[in-house]
């Protein structure tokens, strides 16, 4: 399989390489230059198969060329052997026929472990073929900086840095970080915002001479792998709701558009999906492009639901590449006045082509309240804030009671214990065994200015498994 830029400018990569790449040398994403698409009949032969089985099928026609099919397969049965339910991603029915997917069952209990124990068991794999190191430096305002530690712990090539705004992640958010030891894992506290994090590791990307010739890896969703990854459980959900003979429909809590592009392109690979709902909370600016083809920057507001905390989509360059017909130099062209102005409108008929494609709403911290608890009185569950935003928006904006409609579960509540408690639902939270003694366990992490140069030299000094680079 080749990989191909959305801003058709840079060289066309395997998959190797594009696990390896971040942002292509033109500013743009990598996407698969052709979708594999597979019929009915062979996609309905796969009922029943293990969550890793279903991985191997879905997702090999992305690897070929890169990975034989064996170490594949070993590499897939180990990742999701380490989430603690059989079923890897259950289905738990709320209603009549409405379900939320539960994606919370992997080690940081969010959804981002399907693809970053994958992603980790990769770059190990590749690198360890190619004698090579590389180093990871990321931002996280929460989830995906506990499920990347997670997912690099045991890796030999990789040397992982996270920052986090110091004094600004929950607790729980922060101890899944900081708990976890190793000499090639760096958790660094720095004295700012999560913006201020995010534009150092840009900044980093930009000019990685600090790095003295190592390689810097993304672990954000640019990471085409983690969009791979996440195809997988539309197909398991569907087959376990009498697809592919029975559509099914999703809403999907949004941020960064990574989880939901990955639902659309289990669609254009054969699945039968009737709607694709995108749920936002207060940040809603794909809300607005979907509902007004305004596509605009404003200001953040911090909210129940951090995870989904955006001012932009990074993904959603991958749908525009689509909606134009792959042409790069259009997307250039949209992104370039995007940066220019802050926003953008596609062409009415782009537009309406995305509308048929995908429904949306907002939700505000006091839907997302009252859905918490209204769920939770109808059917005694207890929702996590971003997956309350799925079910308000599957609730408002489904067409057909007949069709299946299904939530994905991004997060268990316990992480998110203030929302739950302004919901006011009186259960008690408890951790799951293994994170249990989460709150008595040591912590190790650096606290670092607001400082790009600072940060520099705190990675090229620990870089190669705790020592210099
Ligand atoms: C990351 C995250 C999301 C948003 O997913 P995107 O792929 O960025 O759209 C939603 N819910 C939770 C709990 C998350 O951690």
Redesign the pocket.
């Known amino acids: 399989m080749r990989y191909i830029s959305t801003r058709g400018q840079a060289p066309a990569l395997n998959f190797e390489d594009v696990l390896l790449a971040g942002l292509a040398t033109d500013g743009g994403l990598y996407v698969p230059e052709n979708l594999p698409r597979f019929t009915q009949e062979e996609i309905a032969s796969w009922a029943g198969l293990p969550y890793h089985e279903l991985a191997f099928r879905v997702m090999r026609p992305f690897v070929t060329g890169s990975i034989p099919d064996a170490d594949f397969k070993k590499i897939l049965e180990e990742t999701y052997g380490v989430f603690s339910h059989n079923a890897v991603a259950p289905l738990r029915q709320l209603n009549g026929n409405e379900w939320v997917l539960e994606l919370f069952h992997g080690p940081t209990l ?3 472990d399907f693809a970053l124990q994958l992603l980790g068991r990769l770059l190990d794999y590749v690198l360890e073929k190619r004698g090579e190191r590389v180093v990871i430096v990321g931002a996280t305002s929460g ?2 900086g506990s499920a990347a530690i997670e997912g690099c712990k045991h890796c030999e090539n990789v040397d992982i840095f996270i920052l986090h705004p110091h004094n600004r992640v929950s607790e729980v958010q922060r101890r899944q970080m900081t708990t976890l030891f190793g000499e090639n894992i760096h958790n660094i506290a720095i004295e700012g915002n999560f913006d201020d994090c995010q534009e150092m590791v840009k900044a980093s990307f930009a000019d990685q001479s600090f790095l003295k010739g190592t390689r810097l890896v993304a672990v954000n ?1 640019i990471n085409w792998a983690r969009i791979m990854a996440q195809i997988v459980y539309y197909f398991h959900a569907s087959l376990q709701l009498g697809g592919p003979a029975r559509s099914v429909s999703f809403s999907v ?8 592009f990955a639902g659309y392109l289990a669609r254009n690979m054969g699945l039968p999906i009737n709607q694709l709902i995108v749920a936002t909370n207060r940040n809603d600016i794909l809300h607005r492009f979907m509902s007004g083809n305004q596509y605009v920057k404003e200001t953040l507001h911090a909210t129940l639901s951090p ?2 905390d955006i001012m932009v989509s990074s993904n959603f360059e991958r749908l525009l590449f689509d909606l134009h017909g792959r042409n790069g130099a259009a997307i250039a062209g949209l992104m370039d006045s995007f940066k220019q102005g802050g926003g953008f409108s596609v062409e009415q008929e782009r537009w309406t082509e995305a509308r048929k494609l995908f429904d949306s709403l907002a939700v505000d911290d006091a839907q997302t309240c009252e859905t918490i608890a209204e769920v939770y009185e109808q059917t005694g569950e207890l929702l ?1 804030p ?1 997956t309350a935003i799925g079910v308000k928006a599957a609730r408002e904006c489904r067409r057909s009671l007949d069709i299946p409609m299904v939530i994905l579960g ?2 268990h509540p316990v992480k998110f214990p203030d929302a739950v408690q302004k919901a006011g639902v009186g259960k008690a939270l408890e951790l799951p065994t293994h994170l249990s003694d989460l709150f008595e366990r040591d912590e190790r992490c650096t606290v670092l200015p607001n400082d790009l140069k600072a940060v520099q030299a705190f990675v090229s000094q620990h870089g190669n498994r705790g020592k210099p680079l």
């Open positions: 969010a959804f981002k989830d995906t969703s809590p949004t941020g960064n558009f990574g989880d939901i995870s989904m996590d971003h991004t997060a």
